[in-house]
T-cell receptor
Framework: NAGVTQTPKFRILKIGQSMTLQCAQD?????MYWYRQDPGMGLKLIYYSVGAGITDKGEVPNGYNVSRSTTEDFPLRLELAAPSQTSVYFCASSRLPGQGAGNTIYFGEGSWLTVV | EDKVVQSPLSLVVHEGDTVTLNCSYEVTNFRSLLWYKQEKKAPTFLFMLTSSGIEKKSGRLSSILDKKELFSILNITATQTGDSAIYLC?????????????FGQGTTLQVKP
């Protein structure tokens, strides 16, 4: 099983550039999440989705957009990159919310993004 | 606004010490609380807690939830250098068809030899 696959793993962007972080899962999970993690900090929820065609804002959505046209894919788009978006981005997916009792949250390996 | 707060933010101890990490939360429609350990990569799952007063235990790690006071603690006894990591608390909340997973800011634990 591939699990949750994120690309790219590393990227340097110039201020004002745009890019898309890709996230794909092959487990037919309904729930998918995008987080960012700044150095030494916890994960902050950017956007999440409870199924194809349904997305919702998390704690820090400004500067980002998402779409969920298929169950498998949940891309995160940065339209006008700013230095404040320098962070590590994690995508995650699960069949149900939460973990345990037969449900597991799978995380991607992370994408390190630097905006200069 | 849903909120998860961890304390302390960082902690330095020596091998053999016992540590207690705290997590408090204010969320709408609490469903479960999760503890993770993170070492430079994606978080790895430790515990899930849904009921008050029932201790979950795995080796030297244990955790308990108090749903009345809205907090959880994670205990690590006889700490080892391999326990050095960021410990993350997360809460699953929201209605049955819109579950969100909100993380605290993490506690960075350093265990010195």
């Amino acid at each position: 099983n591939a699990g949750v696959t994120q690309t790219p793993k590393f990227r340097i962007l110039k201020i004002g550039q745009s890019m898309t972080l890709q996230c794909a899962q092959d487990m037919n999970h309904n729930y998918m999440y995008w987080y960012r993690q700044d150095p030494g900090m916890g994960l902050k929820l950017i956007y999440y989705s409870v199924g194809a065609g349904i997305t919702d804002k998390g704690e820090v959505p400004n500067g980002y957009n998402v779409s969920r046209s298929t169950t498998e894919d949940f891309p995160l788009r940065l339209e006008l990159a700013a230095p404040s978006q320098t962070s590590v981005y994690f995508c995650a997916s699960s069949r149900l919310p939460g973990q345990g009792a037969g449900n597991t949250i799978y995380f991607g390996e992370g994408s390190w993004l630097t905006v200069v | 606004e849903d909120k998860v707060v961890q304390s302390p933010l960082s902690l330095v101890v020596h091998e053999g010490d016992t540590v207690t990490l705290n997590c408090s939360y204010e969320v709408t429609n609490f469903r479960s609380l999760l503890w993770y350990k993170q070492e430079k990569k994606a978080p790895t799952f430790l515990f899930m807690l849904t009921s008050s007063g029932i201790e979950k235990k795995s080796g030297r790690l244990s955790s308990i939830l108090d749903k009345k006071e809205l907090f959880s603690i994670l205990n690590i006894t006889a700490t080892q250098t391999g326990d050095s990591a960021i410990y993350l608390c997360a809460v699953v909340c929201g209605s049955s068809n819109t579950g969100k997973l909100i993380f605290g800011q993490g506690t960075t634990l350093q265990v010195k030899p």
